[in-house]
């Protein structure tokens, strides 16, 4: 969009991610045409709403780590290499009962 009317991002943004800066430059940013802003200033406002529900998403996982039902299993699967707290509440959730398999290969 930016490309269209000759802005080009500076390489200092050039992650794929959605910076603060960043998101305060395209804010800042002098834009004559006002379909233009009025657009990017859409993408900007639906960039922070989805920020605030991952925010809030994370913030749930982090208690359901941390609850009575899930804490133990979670701490345990966290021990294997590359398991965060992500990771283990999804497979306590989505497996629910893993004695529901009769051995490693099921």
Known sequence: MLYQVGIEIP?????????????NWLKDLPISFGTLRTA???Q???MENIRVEKNLALKDIRKLAVSE???SIASRLKTVPGVGTITAITLI????????FKCFEN
């Open 11 to 23: 390489e200092r943004f050039g992650s794929e991610n959605w910076s603060n800066i960043f998101i």
């Open 40 to 42: 990017l200033n859409h």
């Open 44 to 46: 900007i406002k639906m």
């Open 69 to 71: 039902k899930y804490a």
């Open 93 to 100: 959730t989505e497996i629910e009962d893993m004695n529901r």
